[in-house]
Nanobody
Framework: QVQVEESGGGLVQVGGSLRLSCAAS????????ISWYHQAPGNEREFVAM???????NYADSVKGRFTISRGDAKNTASLQMNSLKPSDTGVYSC?????????WGQGTQVTVSS
């Protein structure tokens, strides 16, 4: 079993920055991919960014140039650096980890961007 935990959410003003972290623990030697998803109030959950175990990255058009996903210093961790935040970035950010045939979600962390 794999446990996924996010951290780093909070309240920030428009134009500010936040850094989210995702850690996978348990029965995981190395991850195949770690992704971040965003769910704004009243909306469906949407893809934000992904990093593969080999280091390849992919971003939603809405965050390109503002967000950066990277591997963390610790094994099986990843971070999402969010800059130039907008009110539309408000919502719950969830980490999604793929390890072999297993897919695991974290509980999510709240990000609120105030204008």
């Amino acid at each position: 079993q794999v446990q996924v935990e996010e951290s780093g959410g909070g309240l920030v003003q428009v134009g500010g920055s936040l850094r989210l972290s995702c850690a996978a623990s348990g029965s995981v030697f190395s991850f195949d991919s770690i992704s971040w998803y965003h769910q704004a109030p009243g909306n469906e959950r949407e893809f934000v960014a992904m990093i593969s175990g080999a280091g390849a990255t992919n971003y939603a058009d809405s965050v390109k140039g503002r967000f950066t996903i990277s591997r963390g210093d610790a094994k099986n961790t990843a971070s999402l650096q969010m800059n130039s935040l907008k009110p539309s970035d408000t919502g719950v950010y969830s980490c999604y980890v793929v390890v072999g045939a297993g897919h695991y979600w974290g509980q999510g962390t709240q990000v609120t961007v105030s204008s």
